[in-house]
């Protein structure tokens, strides 16, 4: 059983559409149909996450390197740089392509639905670009992060757990030589701010939890302890910073919540994802707003509606295959 944050936010926002993700790491290769189906509609984002992801990619690829040789960081030679980035995705998104192996594609302009205004992508630049703008301005982070000694970022942590394993990938871990590491996460948020500081919490048990990696395996002796780890959740839309810490009953919690998730996942899927486990048997969203956004829409309805059901009508596996 692989547990993560994000795939305990969608077990809880729909099952059916958690056991869809689960399906969708199987891959486009798989020789499940099904779970090729899954995996390409996966990639499917709303316009919202792909600027979200294209700020992490920024950061990534154009801040950290900077942060690792101890340059500064230039605002304006960021922003071209995204803005390359963001034109280059763009097109292939609207082209339906894939780039740096990666598949684009707007859930806005899936379902036969080409009717976005090209204002709504206007907007997501001027939002990517807010974004990067106040990043440059959170100097009490800065001041964190010139301090360190190294980088890494959008690691992917495992370690086994309870009755299965967990997976986080925090956007940054700072590493010092003299006291504990800084956990990152960038958020590009609207509206109302949202409060991520039990993700964060996971992704300090994880540092403490995972062997660690041997680019970062000199910080040993300051991992073991995640109440010492300091946690930054970094609004960049709201341009707020907000600082996060993790006590020792947090952590009691945390573990408590993390096997219950697992175990209801468990009970869900019957163990193994067998052919007696069908979406229709799973609840669906309290919210039908998030079926609006939601990438396995065509899939899933397909599956609730017999008389709709075609591609998959004599599909009967035994198990499915990942
Ligand atoms: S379409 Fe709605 S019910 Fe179906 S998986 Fe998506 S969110 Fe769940």
Redesign the pocket.
């Known amino acids: 059983m692989k547990w993560s944050f994000s795939a305990h936010r969608a077990f809880n ?5 958690w ?2 993700r689960t399906l969708a790491s199987g891959g486009s290769r798989s020789r499940n149909p099904l779970v090729r189906e899954a995996s390409r509609l996966s990639k499917i984002q709303t316009i919202d996450a792909w600027r979200g992801s294209l700020v992490d990619d920024a950061i990534d690829m154009f801040v950290v390197p900077r942060l690792i040789f101890k340059a500064s960081i230039e605002l304006d030679r960021l922003l071209d740089a995204t803005r390359a980035l963001y034109e280059r995705r763009l097109l292939a998104g609207l082209e339906r392509k894939s780039i740096d192996d990666k598949m684009v594609r707007f859930l806005e302009l899936e379902e036969g639905n080409e009717s976005v205004p090209p204002e709504r992508f206007g907007r997501a630049w001027e939002e990517i670009r807010a974004s990067l703008t106040n990043l440059s301005t959170m100097n009490n982070l800065f001041d964190e992060l010139w301090e360190a000694e190294t980088f890494v970022s959008q690691r992917r942590l495992t370690f086994s757990f309870h009755t299965g394993y967990v997976t986080a990938t925090p956007d940054l871990i700072a590493f010092y030589k003299n006291r504990p590491p800084l956990i990152v996460d960038w958020k590009v948020l609207a509206g109302f701010l949202s409060n991520y500081r039990q993700q964060l919490h996971t992704y300090a048990f994880a540092v403490s939890r995972t062997t660690p990696h041997k680019d970062y395996i000199q910080f040993a002796q300051h991992l073991a302890y995640p109440e010492k780890i300091r946690l930054a959740e970094a609004q960049l839309l709201t341009n707020t910073l907000l600082w996060h810490e993790i006590a020792t009953a947090d952590i009691e919690g945390l573990q408590n919540w993390i096997a219950m998730g697992m175990d209801e996942m468990a009970l869900a899927r019957e163990g193994e994802f067998r052919a007696s486990v069908k ?1 229709e048997d799973l609840s ?2 309290s919210d ?1 707003e ?2 609006q ?5 065509n ?3 397909e599956r ?1 509606n017999p008389g709709e059901i075609k591609r998959w009508e004599s599909y009967e596996p035994t198990f499915f295959q990942f």
């Open positions: 926002r729909c099952q059916r559409q056991y869809f979406p669906g969203p039908p998030t079926c956004r939601c990438p396995f829409r899939l899933c309805w609730l």
